[in-house]
């Protein structure tokens, strides 16, 4: 079975400043791929940033990188220079094959 | 394109009553999902299509719902005989073949009471 867990529920960042958000997952595969999302509150889903399990290079989108441990099931998430329109809920996901398993989400609270 | 695209927003139904919720996906993905969120809780995974045929149910969808695909295009998702423990979020989302990447929608909200 595969499984995403995310340990921390609520995480508070100054505006400006860096957070890094924790995402373990579980998978017999060796191809996948792992996801981060963001939905914001009473909006919808979108996607934050992807990668792909065989690339070994973390992948980044402008502030938003992932450090990406495969033989420890590990993809966190960093936001650098946070934003107020950061504050969201946060999904980590892993790609089952024909669907996406997601974690409980850490709710972010960027403050002025 | 608009992206995907869900109806109704919200939809309050009394308990018992069938209740029916529309997804037009991306023009051009063939496959698309359905999820429930319940409050606090990630999505959990519904079901499946690929074109018209529908490939995946989770357990979780029981014997009162059922999907729909025609024709490889819009989808619908029907509840009957609700219950309170119906209401969630129902997300819709789209993708690609050539690639994973899934594009949700905003979601239908129903409140059973």
């Known amino acids: 079975a595969q499984t995403v867990t995310q340990s921390q529920p609520e995480m508070s960042v100054q505006e400006a400043e860096t957070v890094t958000l924790s995402c373990t997952y579980d998978?017999?595969?060796?191809?996948?791929?792992l996801f981060w999302y963001k939905q914001p509150p009473s909006r919808q889903m979108i996607l934050v940033i992807r990668q792909e399990a065989y690339k070994q290079q973390n992948a980044t989108e402008n502030r938003f990188s992932v450090n990406f441990q495969k033989a420890a099931k590990s993809f966190s998430l960093k936001i650098s220079d946070s934003q107020l329109g950061d504050t969201a809920m946060y999904f980590c996901?892993?790609?089952?094959?024909?669907?996406?398993?997601f974690g409980k989400g850490t709710s972010l609270l960027v403050t002025p | 394109d608009t992206g995907v695209s869900q109806n109704p927003r919200h939809k309050i139904t009394k308990r018992g009553q069938n209740v029916t919720f529309r997804c037009d996906p991306i023009?051009?993905?063939?496959?698309l999902y359905w999820y429930r969120q319940t409050l606090g809780q990630g999505p959990e995974f519904l079901t499946y299509f690929q074109n018209e045929a529908q490939l995946e149910k989770s357990r979780l969808l029981s014997d009162r719902f059922s999907a729909e695909r025609p024709k490889g295009s819009f989808s619908t998702l029907e509840i009957q005989r609700t219950e309170q423990g119906d209401s969630a979020m129902y997300l819709c989302a789209s993708s690609s073949r050539d690639s994973p990447e899934a594009f949700f929608g905003q979601g239908t909200r129903l409140t059973v009471v």
């Open positions: 023009s051009e993905h063939n496959r």
């Open positions: 998978t017999s595969e060796n191809n996948y791929y």
């Open positions: 996901a892993l790609d089952s094959g024909y669907a996406l398993n």
